[in-house]
Structures are given as C-alpha cells and as structure tokens.
C-alpha cells in the first residue's frame, strides 16, 4: 500500500515540476514594488503605467506582479526576497528607502536582476534607473512665470533631499527665466503622501500671494486645492489634469516605459547588465502633460523650442550663470552643472524665498 | 431586532468559543470577498494563512515581525492593566531606536563585545525616559496620559526626522535621509546565518517569562491589578499609587525602547525615516487580541504578524490591490474583538422585556 502511494507521491511530483517547467521557460517574471497605492495620479501610478506597457509590449513574452504601498522599512526586505524566491527574474523596485534591502536581497539571489529607482549603490545584478525629471520641471517652470500674476510661485515639497531640491531649482531656474521679478515660496510637508498636509501647504501657499502652484509629492490635492481657490497648478508625476480642468496649467511626468521594456528585453535576449541609468527628456523618459488650453500659444511655442533645445544637447537646465540664493555665482557663464553636482545639489539658486532645512 | 443582555457572569464556554466563531465568520466573509473578486476562496484563505508559513524561512520572517509586536504588546499589557493608557509605544519604540541608533553610531568603530548590550541599554533607557515624561505630566500635573502619549508619538517621530535629515545622516549618502550602516559590533546576532531572525525573538520570550511572573507571581503585579480594578481600593491598602503608574509607563516604556532599538540594530541595519511601521500601534491591538494575557499576547502578535505577510502574499499571488488585502486583516480583528462581547453578555430578541433592566 505504501509503496503505491509513494509511487503515486512521485509521480504526482514529476508532473507539478514538469507543469512548473513549461511555465518557466515561456514568460520572463517581471516583479514590482511600489512604495504607495497604485491610485490613479502619482508616483507610483507612473510606474504601474509602465508596468502595464510593458505587458502589453511583450505580450506572451512577459508577466508581472505587483505589491504596492510597502513599507520602506525591515518589512521591504521580505517583500523583495519573496519576489525573488518565487522566481521573479527581474525585480523594480521603485523607491530610494528599498536601496539597502534590495541590496541584501541582491546578494542572496545572484541570478535574480535587480534595478532600483533614485539610488546610488549598484552591484554585479543590481543596477539603478532615473529621469531626468528636471527638465521637465524647468519647461514647466516656463509656463509658471508667463502665467503668474502675482510673481509668486508655490512649491509644496516632501523632504530636502537632492532630488526634490533639484526639482525646485529647475523650477525657478525656468520661472526666473521669462519672469525675472517672480519668487518661489517652498512649503515642506515631510511626507511623500499626505493629501490633507499637502492641501493645507497649498492654502497656505494662496495666503501668500502665490497663483500657481505645483508639488513634489504623490496626491492631487494640491492640483484640487488650486481649482477650488481658482488658481493655477502644475502636476507632477503623472498628468493630473483630471483633478483640475481649469487649474491644471500642465505635469512634469514621468514615463519609465521605454526603461522598463529596454531593461526586460535585455533579460531576455541575455544582454542584461549592471548600470547607472539617468536618462532624460531626449529619451522620452521625462516630459510635459498637454499644456491647457488657456495657454497662450506664445507660450506654447517657448517651451516648444525649449524642449527641442534640450533634446538636442543645445542647452542644459543649469547652463551658467547660475547663482546662489545670496547672488553669488556658482556656475559661471559657458559653463553647466556636472552630473555628480547634480546628484548632491543641497542649495537653492536666486530666486527661491526661503531656507533650505539645513543639516 | 436583537439586544444585548448583561450575563450575570462571564461565560466560561463563550471564552473558548469566541475566537472559534471569529474565525468561522472570518472564513465566510473572507472566502464571499474574495469569490466576489474571481478568485478561489479556498485558495485565496490559503494563500493568506498557510502559504507564508509553508517553509522555515516563512516562520523566521514571523518571528522578526512577532518580536517587536510582542516586546511593546507585553509592555502595554503591564500599563494597561493598572488602567494607564499607554498610547505611546510607538513613540518610545522609536525614541529607543534613535537614541540608540545614535550610541551605536558613535560606537560602532569600537570592537569591544560590550558594545552592543551597551547600545541595547541605551535604547531601553531612551523608550523608557521618554514614557518618563508623560508619567510626570500624569503625577503632577494629572494630564490625561492617552493626550500626551499621542502627542509624545509625533515629537518622538520629527525628533528621528530631524535626526536623519540632520546630525545623524550618511556623510557619503548623497544627502538622503539615511544614517551610515551599522558595523558588525552593532548588529543583533542572527539565530542563523540563512535567515534574518535576530536574538530579539528569544529577549522576547524572555519578557514574556518574566511578564507573566510579575503579572500572577509578585507584589508588584498584584498591586497593579488592584489599581487597575479600583484605584481607591488601592490607596485604602495603602498602595502608593503614584509609584505604581510611575512603574506601568517606566516598564512599558522600556520595553518599546527595547523594541525599537532590537529593530534598528536588526533588520534594518541603519536609522531611518522608517525604523517602525506602526508596531507601536499594532501593539494596542495585540493587547486586546491577547485578552491582557502574556500568553494571549504571543499569539496575538503571531496571528498579527501572518496577517502583513499573508496579505504581501495574496498581493504578489492574486495580484489583489494592498486595499483588498487591508479591507481583510480589518474584518479579522473586527470579528475576533466583536465575538468577545459574547463573553460577557448574551444576545435576545428584544422584543422580550427583560424584568431587571425595566425597573
């Protein structure tokens, strides 16, 4: 009797590994983590945009799965690890506070791939991606200083890190551009996703003289504040003219598509291999929601021209002279910001009102 | 209608059979949610409850979640049964990992084998000095303790963002919001090298032993209950009562400190924005869960535990959104809380007039 069933075991056993087999060698698992909600603005929406492009790109080829608002604390870990153990091959993830778990992870799994958004630590199967966000923000930036009435600029901001400050400075790099008079005031929230903070940042920011408004953080709340006090608002992440028709003046957004289906190619073909990735606006992986109607088309040329001029490696966003908050230049004329300035920029330039939270 | 009737005492058999009927209604309403979704609901429940634990890894991965849940639950348990509620183990949890973070910050170049229990020290003593404050607000000038423990939570969590934002960040991380890594001579040993379980599980069991003796076996316990059942009968007895709430948050906030520093010396492995996912709050529920017992505790905290991971599961597995997921956990608590009202009253058809409560 035993001896039937333990037959019987084996046999049950061969085929499972067999079914597992064939499933295995007809689609490349693609994992994801996501730091918040998929939602339908933000973020994390980009990245779950791109997540669907790239499934419907390799249809067959590909499947991928999905956990979304993880923790960017000891709970990540086992997220990723779980991926990988359940024979994810090349895992996103998609927030700066997973670079140290992924990085354990990474360890443990060497024939897993691993591409980690925002950081700076790679290894032989961990690489890093980012946009170019900037100089979208800088186009957007444009539009804000034709637009302002008041010359003063919001700018409802989660925490000082570079990224964010980069933003703000491109921002009013553009702003101070076509409006040299006009001032950004920063609001900070410490939070990547508090709609009710960020609404009361925004208000905050309208007290203050301030009749456009954008962010960098992950809900349109502020886009919706702005509507409802009937003033104007730049998205950012993804296109949130949605939450506000008249408002929504256009969005700094972010499209990791062409990213993720390079990267997903390149497991497949074998190509697959380790790097810093900051691509930008000539990429496709950073650009500008369709400018509302409102615009006049003055404007809509200006930033037409603007962004060709980026692509083409005419001009950069942080071309000299670029001045500190106190007037003095840091970046003289026929000179840019390098790379690596970049990446640590923790100063604002002339024309942001305010201090930067210093450490 | 049905109305509810105080039993004359608790019922002994509705003590076992709560929990039973919870996780029956559970099961029901759990497997129509998911049915309703397309999926399988025994598969579905599956995925929840058995597949994170269906090898050791999984059971380790619980143990690093019911640690923390368990040191800061047997805390409250100590507050809670004097009647001093305690809502701030989530402060003390990370006031215990900043402040020992930081000792092991500036320690962890040192080798020295004592280093570690020093930095643990540390960590304890921060939780509990921190619970200290709201005791002497409580002793002498009678502030209601639920107000200032909330309050405490959000001080405790800007002191640890401005701790990473500021003095303690990675001189070489780029300005993000993160503390170097932590040496060797800082970390909690594994309990094997394979897995990322830590010796806190066994500290854990350790408090649990000694919780319970405390609690059934000691003056101190006994003095406890008392105040927790009629602080007036307690004074009578000559009691020194203020000593004793002194003693409830000293304990409690010691042992959350403990937590947070195990965590942030553990799993994490470095100070950040991020050192506690609401293990400070999740506790409260534990408590309850647990029925005021050390021994319901562990299992509260187990049932806890399986239910993020069991829900990372169902996402990755089902590709179910966290709400989903969320929505599920809710209705477990909900179900196992609501069921223990059975305990202690019955349920009647009201349109029986009950002679006692007609006057």
Redesign the interface.
């Known amino acids: 009797m035993s001896h039937r069933l333990l037959v019987k075991l084996a046999i049950a056993c061969l085929l499972a590994s067999g079914i597992n087999l064939s499933a295995k060698a007809a689609d490349l698992k693609i994992g994801f983590v996501y730091v918040g909600p998929t939602g339908d603005a933000g973020w994390t929406y980009s990245h779950d945009e791109a997540r669907k492009y790239v499934e419907q790109q390799l249809a067959g080829k590909v499947t991928t799965s999905y956990v979304e608002s993880v923790p960017e604390g000891a709970d990540a870990e086992r997220v990723i690890r779980q991926l990988a153990a359940k024979g994810h091959e090349l895992i996103f993830t998609t927030s700066f506070g997973y670079m140290n778990p992924t990085l354990k992870v990474a360890k443990r799994f060497p024939k897993v791939k691993f591409e980690h958004a925002t950081g700076y630590k790679q290894s032989k199967n961990m690489g890093t991606y980012m946009v170019r966000a900037y100089q979208a923000r800088y186009l957007s930036g444009l539009v804000a200083g034709k637009t302002t009435k008041t010359n003063t600029l919001g700018y409802v901001a989660s925490f000082p890190i570079p990224e964010v400050v980069r933003g703000i400075n491109a921002f009013t790099k553009g702003v101070k551009e076509v409006n040299p008079a006009a001032k950004v005031k920063v609001v900070w929230v410490s939070s990547w996703y508090d709609p009710a903070k960020e609404r009361e940042a925004a208000e905050t920011l309208i007290l203050q003289d301030a009749d456009v408004l954008t962010q960098h953080t992950d809900s349109a709340a502020v886009i919706q504040t702005a509507e409802a006090k009937g003033v104007y608002a730049i998205g950012y992440h993804s296109d949130m003219s949605g939450y506000g028709a008249n408002a929504h003046l256009t969005a700094a957004v972010h499209k990791w598509g062409p990213i993720y289906l390079e990267k997903a190619k390149s497991v497949l073909d074998g190509t697959w291999k380790a790097e810093d990735l900051w691509l930008g606006i000539e990429h496709g992986v950073t650009d500008l929601a369709p400018l509302n109607k409102s615009v006049p088309d003055e404007v809509k040329s200006l930033v037409e021209s603007k962004k060709a001029a980026l692509k083409s490696g005419d001009i950069r966003v942080f071309d000299g002279p670029v001045r500190d908050q106190s007037g003095t230049v840091k970046i003289v004329e026929g000179e840019t910001m390098s790379d690596d300035q970049l990446r640590g920029f923790n100063w604002y330039i002339e024309g942001v009102d305010g201090q930067l939270p210093k450490s | 209608m049905l109305r509810l009737e105080r039993r004359p005492s608790d019922s002994k058999l509705m003590m076992a059979l709560s929990p039973v009927l919870a996780i029956v209604l559970t099961l029901a309403a759990g497997g129509t949610l998911f049915s309703v979704l397309g999926h399988a609901p025994g598969q579905a429940l599956y995925t929840f409850f058995i597949a994170p634990l269906t090898d050791l890894?999984g059971w380790t991965?619980l143990g690093?979640k019911v640690a923390p849940l368990m040191l800061c639950a047997l805390g409250l348990n100590f507050c809670y049964r004097a009647r001093v509620w305690n809502i701030g183990a989530e402060g003390q949890f990370i006031m215990g990992g900043l402040g020992g973070g930081w000792i092991a910050l500036e320690l962890m170049h040192l080798n020295d084998i004592w280093i570690l229990p020093l930095v643990l020290l540390a960590g304890t003593v921060c939780g509990m000095a921190w619970a200290a404050l709201a005791a002497w607000l409580k002793t002498h000038f009678h502030a209601n303790e639920v107000l200032t423990t909330i309050m405490l939570n959000y001080i405790a969590l800007?002191a640890l963002?401005y701790a990473v934002?500021?003095?303690l960040?990675d001189p070489d991380g780029?300005?993000?919001?993160?503390s170097a890594?932590f040496t060797e001579s800082v970390t909690m040993p594994l309990i094997h090298e394979d897995y990322?379980l830590s010796i806190s599980l066994l500290l854990a069991l350790l408090v649990l032993a000694v919780m319970w003796t405390l609690l059934t076996r000691t003056l101190l316990g006994f003095q406890i209950s008392v105040l927790g059942e009629d602080e007036k009968a307690a004074r009578f007895a000559g009691f020194r009562t203020r000593w004793l709430t002194w003693m409830a948050l000293l304990v409690s906030g010691a042992l959350a400190g403990l937590a947070g520093i195990a965590?942030v010396t553990?799993?994490?492995?470095?100070l950040?924005?991020?050192?506690?996912?609401g293990y400070g709050y999740a506790a409260i529920i534990v408590v309850f869960l647990g029925r005021m017992h050390p021994l319901g505790i562990l299992f509260a905290s187990m049932l806890l535990g399986l239910t993020?991971?069991g829900g990372?599961?169902v996402?990755?597995?089902l590709?179910l959104?966290?709400?989903i997921t969320g929505l599920f956990q809710g209705m477990l608590l909900f179900f196992l809380l609501a069921c223990d009202v059975l305990i202690g009253y019955r349920i009647l058809p009201a349109s029986r007039q009950n002679p006692q409560t007609a006057n």
């Open positions: 890894y991965e690093v800007n963002l934002h500021g003095p960040m780029f300005n993000f919001p993160e890594l990322r965590e553990g799993p994490l492995g470095q950040s924005p991020h050192i506690s996912p993020y991971m990372e599961m996402q990755m597995d590709t959104p966290k709400s």
